[in-house]
């Protein structure tokens, strides 16, 4: 990972391009826009990648794990509707960038990272950044029970099903956003799922992306 957490003229810059181009693709959320123009992606990337990080494209950050594209990470925060002081609980930290665009947005992050040399990895780069995500390791189909419930829950993988504990795990009202994998296994339809409240759950389906996919196990790769 990048050691180098210097964020320089130039990198703002490549920022502020890259935010005008998701204004371009549709993103309208200016809570949003202003997250990702705030949060140095760069820091999250390995070195080689520095020259490339804010052009929209996704990266490899070791563990078969990548780091999604800005648009994405745009898209998925923007249907989540996030208020600062909001509980939001991330399935899948990978590189950190996702937890921190929440938490620029003043929502109090907790986030599940399944891949334990990945976890630590991107822990000690969170603990460098002034942004503050409560990191666990575990698996995401589980949630976090002891700090439930959440008014937010959003996962960065492609998921088989609704994990049901997560659902029981948000408040009425809450929405969730997940990728949920189609059934010709070609990619991930988005889906915004809100708890209504007699408990009863209304989907919304958003396009089609392609994530890698959410497991339980805890790996160490």
Same mark, same amino acid.
């Not at 991107?122 to 949630?143: M, N, S």
């Not at 008014?151 to 009202?173: C, F, H, W």
């Given at each position: ?133 409560? +990191? ?9 029970? +002891? ?62 992306? &392609?994530?890698?996919?959410?497991? &339980? ?5």
């Amino acid at each position: 990972m990048n050691s180098n957490l210097e964020d320089t003229y130039r990198h703002k810059g490549l920022r502020k391009q890259l935010v005008d181009q998701l204004k371009a693709k549709g993103i309208t959320d200016e809570a949003v826009l202003s997250a990702l123009n705030e949060v140095p992606r760069h820091v999250f990337l390995d070195s080689s990648f520095v020259e490339l990080a804010y052009q929209d494209m996704a990266f490899p950050i070791g563990s078969g794990q990548t780091i999604s594209q800005p648009s994405t990470v745009a898209f998925q925060t923007q249907l989540l509707q996030v208020q600062k002081g909001m509980k939001v609980l991330e399935i899948g930290t990978g590189s950190g960038y996702q937890a921190c665009v929440l938490a620029a947005m003043g929502a109090k992050v907790f986030s599940i990272e399944r891949q334990r040399n990945l976890f630590f990895k991107t822990k000690e780069i969170l603990e460098q950044l002034p942004f503050r995500v409560k +990191t666990f390791l575990g698996d995401g189909f589980e949630g976090l029970p +002891t700090y439930q419930p959440f008014d937010r829950v959003i996962i960065t993988a492609g998921a088989p099903s609704i994990p049901e504990k997560l659902i029981e795990q948000m408040k009425p009202n809450g929405i969730m956003v997940i990728p949920m994998d189609n059934a010709e296994g070609e990619g991930q339809t988005m889906l915004k799922i809100t708890k209504l409240e007699d408990g009863s759950l209304k989907k919304e389906e958003f396009g089609d992306f &392609k994530f890698v996919p959410m497991l &339980k196990e805890i790996g160490n790769d």
